[in-house]
T-cell receptor, first 114, second 115 residues
Framework: AQSVTQLGSHVSVSEGALVLLRCNYS??????LFWYVQYPNQGLQLLLK??????LVKGINGFEAEFKKSETSFHLTKPSAHMSDAAEYFC????????????FGPGTSLSVIP | EPEVTQTPSHQVTQMGQEVILRCVPI?????FYWYRQILGQKVEFLVS????????KSEIFDDQFSVERPDGSNFTLKIRSTKLEDSAMYFC?????????????FGPGTRLTVL
């Protein structure tokens, strides 16, 4: 069975500082991995995805994530936080098929301090 | 850019009442999903639907829930007799097969409040 854990339910960073949101997954098959962002009272927006093409994945809004199979991790980073990055971030996994359900982690709430 | 739409954005109902949440997936997509998010918790898979039948359902998706694609565009989630614990945000998603990866496009959600 697949699962996702996210270390830290809440992360605070200063504006301009590095953002690091941690994600570890468990999967019995090669996974697809995703990061979604949810702004207050809004839906889920895909930030980036790993599909085995490249271990370093670049997404929207300056975010990127690195897939490390040996560590079963897919941490999300951004070099310089912006106030508009404050949101809930969900790491997610699905099986290596084109239609499998997506399993979400518990989420990390990111606050950006001016 | 095509998007998944959901109506209503907010539904308030009395416990025991039936509700139907509506979704219009992206037009050329063939796989459809419902997820829910109880306030402050993670997003949970409810059901997937393909070729006019359920592909997979979670243990949350009990006999009180049903899904239907009544026409070529809508995808609905029905809750027959709502309970207080059904209060949540419900997200619809759709996916097109044949792509190199599984990217589900999510709608904006319907917030269901059961009183």
């Amino acid at each position: 069975a697949q699962s996702v854990t996210q270390l830290g339910s809440h992360v605070s960073v200063s504006e301009g500082a590095l953002v690091l949101l941690r994600c570890n997954y468990s999967s019995s098959v090669p996974p697809y991995l995703f990061w979604y962002v949810q702004y207050p009272n809004q839906g889920l927006q895909l930030l980036l995805k790993y599909t085995s093409a490249a271990t370093l994945v670049k997404g929207i809004n300056g975010f990127e994530a690195e897939f490390k199979k040996s560590e079963t991790s897919f941490h999300l980073t951004k070099p310089s936080a912006h106030m508009s990055d404050a949101a809930e971030y969900f790491c997610a996994v699905s099986e290596d098929t084109s239609y499998d359900k997506v399993i979400f982690g518990p989420g990390t709430s990111l606050s950006v301090i001016p | 850019e095509p998007e998944v739409t959901q109506t209503p954005s907010h539904q308030v109902t009395q416990m025991g009442q039936e509700v139907i949440l509506r979704c219009v997936p992206i037009s050329n997509h063939l796989y459809f999903y419902w997820y829910r998010q109880i306030l402050g918790q993670k997003v949970e898979f409810l059901v997937s639907f393909y070729n006019n039948e359920i592909s997979e359902k979670s243990e949350i998706f009990d006999d009180q829930f049903s899904v239907e694609r009544p026409d070529g565009s809508n995808f609905t989630l029905k809750i027959r007799s709502t309970k207080l614990e059904d209060s949540a945000m419900y997200f619809c998603a759709s996916n097109s097969p044949g792509g190199p990866y599984n990217e589900q496009f999510f709608g904006p959600g319907t917030r269901l409040t059961v009183l």
